[in-house]
């Protein structure tokens, strides 16, 4: 929050937080975090530093943190606010009470259900489909359409989800999910943690473009589909789901595997399951290039004269 001063509160258990680029801890409960700290903590001089700096705007007597140390500026409610709104609005529908700009979202909730790696992935590549402020949608009102920044974004590099799975033995417990580039365009890949190495596809990422890794081959599918995005759509989705179902299943039948003999390799695992990302990835590539390709503007044929 600024200086040598900081603060924390604990996620319950069972809630989900949205934080884009903005300070968004709301209620603050000081007088836990100078006795118990069983959910807030801060640094040591908070109070006198609150006090000497009268940052304590509240009129009931309950400290907002977020009023007293976050921002609310017209960039918020165009770059921030947005992001976690539509958040909010997929994992608790219900409610429907709160505004793309409004500064008084709750820091966390608890969703109306269980979330899934694939709900992640979801919201971390939302552009507001469905809303007005979609930048791809056709139907869109006009004076709406790409109003505020979406969190799939042109400038989008890595995406990482760890699931930790206690059902399983400690070796296998554990899987990270990667995504390279623009997150409305790529494919979530799930890999075993307790490794000795990384494929070379999605490690050997340098500054010279080529298709051979994983990042450049996702960045050049994003930056074509872009430009054509109904026509591509539907490529880049089966793609998606067909990268996540197969993966899923490669993931489960490694674990039985593991469960059931000792010839379990998890780096031999994870090169299979990249062969596989790379195979598909080289397909919508190719898929992508040619349908982009057709819709050029110089495209010309005789029929055309």
């Excluded at 989800?161 to 623009?182: C, D, K, M, N």
Aim: aromatic share 12%; proline share 5%.
């Amino acid at each position: 929050i600024g200086g040598h001063h900081w603060i924390a509160r604990r996620v319950p258990d069972d809630c989900y937080v949205a934080a884009p680029n903005s300070f968004g801890i709301d209620t603050f409960d000081l007088n836990d975090a100078f006795s118990e700290q069983k959910e807030h903590m801060c640094s040591e001089d908070l109070r006198e530093f609150i006090a000497d700096n009268h940052l304590d705007l509240s009129l009931d007597g309950v400290f907002n943190a977020r009023r007293a140390f976050g921002s609310h500026t017209d960039s918020d409610h165009v770059y921030n606010t947005p992001r976690a709104w539509i958040i909010r609005q997929y994992f608790n529908p219900s409610e429907g009470y709160w505004g793309p700009e409004d500064d008084d979202i709750p820091w966390c909730a608890k969703p109306e259900h269980k979330i899934t790696v694939e709900d992640v992935k979801y919201v971390l590549s939302n552009h507001y489909q469905g809303t007005d402020f979609d930048p791809y949608s056709k139907h869109a009102d006009p004076q709406l359409k790409g109003s505020y920044r979406p969190i799939g974004v042109n400038r989008n590099n890595f995406l990482s989800l760890v699931q930790i799975r206690p059902y399983l033995p400690e070796e296998i417990r554990t899987i990270e999910w990667v995504a390279f580039g623009s997150n409305v365009f790529n494919a979530f890949v799930p890999l075993y943690t307790q490794i000795e190495t990384s494929p070379e596809y999605i490690s050997n990422t340098t500054a010279q473009v080529t298709t051979d890794n994983f990042y450049w081959a996702n960045r050049i599918i994003a930056a074509l589909a872009d430009s054509q995005f109904a026509l591509c759509a539907n490529l880049i989705e089966r793609y998606q789901d067909r990268v996540l179902n197969e993966t899923h299943r490669m993931i489960k039948e490694a674990d039985r595997v593991y469960m059931n003999s000792t010839d379990f390799v998890p780096d031999a695992v994870n090169e299979e399951i990249i062969a596989f990302v790379k195979k598909e990835t080289d397909d919508v590539l190719d898929k992508v290039l040619l349908a982009v390709s057709l819709k050029m503007k110089n495209g010309f044929a005789r029929s055309d004269a």
